[in-house]
């Protein structure tokens, strides 16, 4: 399993800021951002290459003024397909300006992505859930 060392001595996300902030640490105040491998669906195989994949382009598109977005990693038979789940604003922005989704589209092709796709239900916390929970229920 994976340890989590910081839950296993009852230190909170709280207390972890605060002495951040004390030590001088630039990320202090840094918003949270769970773990890169959630952007990977259960029972895929996470490695270094895809993590960077999505690294890089979750720091592309915020590079462009876009903050809530998670780029969703996944596999199909003709390559890695990026499907970008974001905010409400981001969303409207997205689809107001084809340029822009040109212009991520474009960059995350060159990052190593065969597709780039525009989820437009936006971002849901544990939407990788939603069709393992199909499956589990039939």
Not at 10 to 32: D, E, F
Not at 38 to 64: D, V
Not at 117 to 133: A, I, K, T, V
């Amino acid at each position: 399993g994976i340890r989590s060392p910081f839950r296993e001595l009852g230190i909170t996300k709280a207390q972890i800021r605060k002495l951040s902030a004390a030590l001088g640490l630039p990320t202090a105040n840094k918003p949270a951002m769970p773990c890169l491998a959630t952007r990977i669906p259960y029972g895929n195989r996470i490695t270094l290459e895809k993590i960077k994949m999505i690294e890089a382009a979750e720091e592309f598109i915020h590079s462009l003024g876009l903050q809530v977005i998670r780029v969703r990693h996944h596999e199909i038979s003709t390559g890695a397909l990026a499907r970008l789940e974001t905010g409400s604003v981001e969303l409207v922005q997205l689809c107001a300006e084809p340029s822009l989704f040109k212009q991520i589209a474009d960059k995350l092709l060159e990052i190593g992505y065969a597709h780039v796709c525009l989820d437009m239900q936006g971002y849901r916390m544990g939407s990788l859930h939603e069709s393992f929970e199909k499956v589990s229920k039939k």
